[in-house]
């Protein structure tokens, strides 16, 4: 997937109704007052997608330059959001993660994110939320990249 196709599922998503009740879209995941998606690489790779239980599926090992690919990927999505909809907020999502597991409620899209993304870019457009970020990339698990649009304030 290019980037110009990374765009055009966002650019969907954005104007996109929210679903009444949480179920696989086309792309990711969608419930109420979010879509998740996992953008494929270039490589048609990063269809590993989001579990049932809210957590990122793996398909296998990945090399560096998979990552170094990914990454290449990230910045290029990142730059030309931010040339559309100005600075972004670049926000951790490890708390979200550990109160999640102390039993806080985290609330969708966000509990879900914090399970594979630890970093996201964020940027407010009308009266929703777009972020992306890197999942993955830790043990055998490659870096894939994911965006969500909300209407839920970020944790």
Request: proline share 6%; aromatic share 8%.
């Amino acid at each position: 997937m290019t980037t110009a196709q990374h765009l055009a599922v966002i650019e969907r998503l954005r104007v996109r109704a929210f679903p009444a009740e949480r179920g696989p879209s086309e792309v990711g995941t969608s419930g109420p007052g979010y879509h998740l998606a996992e953008l494929p690489g270039a490589d048609g790779l990063g269809d590993g997608g989001f579990r049932d239980d809210g957590g990122f599926r793996d398909d296998g090992a990945y090399s560096a330059a998979d990552a170094d690919q990914s990454a290449a990927e990230h910045t290029a999505l990142t730059e030309i959001l931010t040339a559309r909809f100005g600075e972004p907020r670049y926000i951790s999502l490890w708390s979200a993660l550990i109160r999640g597991g102390e039993g806080e409620e985290i609330p969708e899209p966000w509990r879900e994110l914090s399970s594979g993304v630890r970093w996201l870019r964020l940027w407010r457009t009308g009266d929703r939320w777009l972020a992306v970020g890197l999942a993955g990339g830790t043990g055998d698990q490659r870096f894939r990249l994911v965006a969500a649009v909300t209407e839920t304030d970020p944790p």
